[in-house]
Each structure stands twice: as C-alpha cells, then as structure tokens.
C-alpha cells in the first residue's frame, strides 16, 4: 500500500511541477510580437510607475481616451536590443480618487491599469521605451509611447 501511495505522490508532483511550469510561461510569453498599427496618437494618458529590472518589468499607468467611454489597453515594452517588442500583461483597475477630483458620475473609474511581466534570464533583457495601445469601442486604435526614467 505504502509504494502505490508514494508512486502516486511522485507522479502528482511532477504533474504539479509541470502545471506550475506551463502557467508560468502562459503567463509570461516572452515572444517578440508586433504592434498593431494605429489610427492616432493617445493624447490622455500617463505612467504612474516604473519598476524595470534585466528581467522583470511593473509599470502602473492610466488611460483615459478623449470622449471614449470604453476602451481596452495593452501594454509593449521594446527589447533592449530593439529587436521587438514583448507584450505585458494588464489588469484595469479602479481610480476612484480621480473620479471624484474630476467631479465626474464613473468616466475615469476603470482609466488605471498595471502591467506586468517576467522574463526569463536567458532571453534578451528589456529596455525602458513602452508602448500604450488604446482600442475604443469602435475599434479605433491609438498609441503613445513612454521612456521610463
């Protein structure tokens, strides 16, 4: 009984290794890809904070397209060799302070957005220039770029 439980230990745990593992680089694609092309240039908008490392990248920022009420963005931070660009991974968030600095019912709630990626030490590292995509609700795109300091 004892080594059919520990049999089924060892397999459980490399299972688990391996489902760790491919999350892992789910999340953390580190492909180069390309940017889409855009249809202007993103007025409102701004980076709050930048924590880049060789092989680590946070960037908090907000986005708030002129008379757009809903949007998506996407986040692109180009490789220290310029080779390309990697895509980050973002999640909106709340800004109700602005809201309510602005005076405004909800337009700038959902304007926060941190992004974020890990690349692993044998790729090539990234670099401090971003990009910001913002897509509207009619598909139009627009784009600003950033050079962390």
């Keep these: 009984m004892n080594k059919k439980i520990d049999k089924l230990f060892v397999i459980l745990s490399v299972f688990s290794f391996l489902f760790v593992a491919l ?5 953390n694609d580190n492909s180069y890809v390309e940017i889409p092309k855009t249809q ?13 490392k060789n092989n680590y990248v946070y960037i908090s920022a907000w986005s708030y397209p002129a008379g757009v009420r809903k949007f ?8 220290l ?3 390309g660009y990697f895509r980050l991974h973002g999640q909106t968030y ?10 405004s019912s909800d337009e700038f709630d959902n304007s926060g957005l941190v992004s974020s990626i890990r690349i692993p030490p044998w790729n090539e590292p ?9 897509r509207a609700k009619d598909g139009e795109l627009y784009r600003g770029d950033y050079v962390c300091k």
Excluded: A, P, Q
């Design 40 to 52: 202007g240039k993103l007025d409102n908008w701004g980076v709050d904070f930048c924590d880049i």
């Design 94 to 103: 709340r800004r109700n302070l602005e809201t309510k600095e602005m005076k």
């Design 72 to 79: 998506e963005n996407t986040m692109y931070i180009k490789s």
């Design 81 to 83: 060799n310029g080779k």
């Design 23 to 27: 999350m892992f680089h789910s999340w």
């Design 126 to 134: 990234v670099g401090r220039e971003i990009v910001m995509i913002s």
